[in-house]
């Protein structure tokens, strides 16, 4: 894993409301998501957002007819990157971001990867063994948006965990409390009620993958399941989504992005 960034959490702003008012972002896509997965930042020292792409099982098309793991590229995460660089010193890639397969090398140089919808995920044994080698080498994940409803046909958490043991063979996943340092590291989040639901109708529960499996060793994966959190991010500019259920997202996203380069 290249070195991770350094400097990262110097300074907090009093409020992520204005930070996100200035940063103004548009959404929807920006050209071809399929075209742009060729096209990397290189790794300089800065942050650069890494989400991980994956062929995509019948039904994950929905959403403006992308395929699902380009659900919200690239705004999302492009209006993470400006919060998170308004309040902090990460000195993150705004308006660049990067798309990797989940075997590509060139992965290993990004600390921190990002997945959505991963009910909809279709992994390949060789997929499955570079992903494997990216968080034994000290890889982060962010899953994010994907539940056990089968209106499209995507496989929920039953799919999700299945692809999980074919790359950690012995993966159990744990549920979360709001204890766990991923949830102080940056802001403090004390309670789960601030998650912000749109469209989701259960509670949302987070759920983590530790190193062989010991809670006393680094988390390699946040699972933000039964939630869309990053639908907050991408919308958060256009008045769809509300300014404090937004803020409330980016507070999650920002902790998840500090904890993967600090851990």
Known sequence: MAAAVSAVVLVMAASVTRAQMRQGRRSGPIGDPEEAAGQHVAYDGRFTFARLRFETAPGGYYYRGLPAWAHGYPTAERNLMHIADDISLLRAHIDESNVFDLDDPDLDEFPVAYMTEAGFWTLHDREAAGFAAYLRKGGFVIFDD???????????????ESNMRRVIPDAQFVDLDPSHPIFHCFFEIDSFDIIPQDYDRARPILRGLYEDNDPKKRLMAIVNFNTDVSNFWEFSSNGYTPVDSSNEAYKLGVNYLIYGLTH
């Open 146 to 160: 994907f539940r056990d409803d089968q209106f499209r046909g995507g496989g929920g958490w039953e799919q999700f």
